[in-house]
């Protein structure tokens, strides 16, 4: 039903235009309209855009588990380009995750890189979603390929909630927690206004950016039929 509505040249602009209103809304909150945080370099405010990514990568990747087990359970093809989809966006926010953070990082630490936990399973996560993709150019039979990831996308998996509770599992080493829990939100009102204005123009970008390159995936699909069909 989303997909078939996406089809629609006119849905499509409305969403982008949208998606990047928002994006211009949160980068307003985050580099003025929040205040300045206490004891902190003014480098804090990328955490606006450190923390959406993050949690965008953690969607596309959920999303690829969600069409892994759907393509094991199921079968169909469908569910194979809903995974792939999934991890190439994870894989951009994923990436997008780690240099934001090694921005801040140089500003706090002195450093682009420290191997604290949750820095090191984030590295990892990146690592085995580009060995997903890399897999896919490697096997050439749609059937087999979209097995191999499925069991690929499944596994991979695992490492998303060992990134997320990294430092209650090893503590918090170097890594700061932003939101500490709902009793106790570690910001003022206004920089979780500006947070999770970010929160929603990243979902809607990261909504917009999906069904557009599923758009793609589908097509492409579709054309691979129907060169089929003539052929034979």
Known sequence: MIEQTFGNPSFRKGMIAVSAFLILIALYQALIGAPDASNEPVTYRILYFHVPVAIMSYLGFFVAFVGSV???WKDEMKFDRWAVVGVELGVLFCTLMLITGMIWGKQRWGAWWLWEPRLTTSLVLLAIYV????LRNMVE?????ARYCAVYGIVGFVDVPIVHFAIK???SIMHPVVIKGPTDPGMTLEMQIALRM???AFFLLFA??????LRIENIDAETKKLKAEITN
Do not use: F, K, P, S
């Not at 039979?141 to 390929?145: E, G, K, M, W």
């Not at 917009?208 to 390159?213: K, P, S």
């Open 208 to 213: 917009t950016l999906y069904l557009l390159r």
């Open 131 to 134: 060995g997903y993709l890399v």
């Open 169 to 171: 599992m090893w503590g």
């Open 70 to 72: 759907g393509y094991l």
């Open 198 to 200: 970010a929160m929603l």
């Open 141 to 145: 039979n749609d059937v087999t390929r």
